[in-house]
């Protein structure tokens, strides 16, 4: 699977408190399940909730919030697109430690289809990419806009 190692880049390269403290940041995958295709192909699917937790957090949950989404964005735009999957696709909960800090747990209903090939007689596996967002460039504006944000996360 690639989209947890995918979100973990993601997060600790747009938030500097988790670029200065890697060992805040936690994911695993609970509820995992392989779907066939049920065709010749012996292609599949992977579906499970990831988790992601963001330890002793001193600031606002915003600043983990909308690097999360950007990257649902690119990477499972069904979340936002999809009006049943965006219900319950991506939910949080707050441990509030203190009047600093809290934990944040972001839990995220992702897939990753992958195509099984034979190429050469070999079976060849690819993950396959999301679609393209239907909006063109919006989502690239985005995250120069959010690359670009002097917020304190």
Do not use: C
């Not at 500097?16 to 994911?27: H, W």
């Not at 009047?99 to 050469?120: C, F, K, Q, Y």
């Amino acid at each position: 699977m690639l989209k947890p190692n995918l979100l973990r880049a993601a997060l600790s390269q747009a938030v500097p408190y988790l670029r200065e403290n890697p060992d805040k940041l936690a994911i695993w995958l609970d509820k995992g399940v392989v779907v066939a295709t049920g065709q010749k192909s012996l292609s599949f699917e992977y579906r499970y909730t990831a988790h992601v937790i963001v330890m002793d957090y001193p600031y606002s949950m915003d600043t983990v919030t909308l690097p999360a989404m950007l990257w649902i964005h690119r990477h499972q735009p069904d979340l936002i697109f999809n009006p049943d999957r965006r219900k319950t696709g991506f939910t949080f909960e707050a441990d509030i430690l203190n009047n600093a800090t809290a934990d944040i747990m972001l839990h995220l209903e992702l897939t990753e289809a992958v195509r099984v090939a034979d190429v050469n007689d070999r079976l060849e596996l690819t993950h396959l990419d999301e679609p393209a967002d239907p909006r063109g460039d919006m989502l690239a504006d985005w995250e120069r806009a959010a690359a670009n944000t002097p917020w304190a996360g």
